[in-house]
Nanobody, 125 residues
Framework: QVQLVESGGGLVQAGDSLRLSCAAS????????MGWFRQAPGKEREFVAV????????FYAEFVKGRFTISRDNGKNTVYLQMNSLKPEDTAVYYC??????????????????WGQGTQVTVSS
């Protein structure tokens, strides 16, 4: 059974940093894209970042470019999201996602087959 387990969320002040982790078990994702989405109250789930295997490419949503960094440790089957300069509008539940595929529309939630349970990030002003 495949499981993705996020950790690292919490309550911080604007300008602070957080590092989210997502540990996968049940299969290896070293050759598959793994990414992060988020969902704020009353809003749809939105793409945040993805790191592919092929060429180790990374893609980010415009609203996090320059502030967030996605990385992965294939040996640990884990993906990370380093979030710096956090803003109140970053408040959301952050979800880890992984795909059985190798390439596609990384920005769409439909591309991903596995999801974590989510971790709450709250940024106060």
């Amino acid at each position: 059974q495949v499981q993705l387990v996020e950790s690292g969320g919490g309550l911080v002040q604007a300008g602070d940093s957080l590092r989210l982790s997502c540990a996968a078990s049940g299969r290896t994702f070293s050759r598959n894209p793994m990414g992060w989405f988020r969902q704020a109250p009353g809003k749809e789930r939105e793409f945040v970042a993805v790191r592919t295997w092929s060429g180790e490419s990374t893609f980010y949503a415009e609203f996090v470019k320059g502030r967030f960094t996605i990385s992965r440790d294939n040996g640990k089957n884990t993906v990370y999201l380093q979030m710096n300069s956090l803003k109140p509008e970053d408040t959301a539940v952050y979800y880890c996602a992984a795909s059985r595929g190798f390439s596609g529309n990384y920005y769409s939630a439909e591309f991903y087959d596995y999801w974590g349970q989510g971790t709450q990030v709250t940024v106060s002003s």
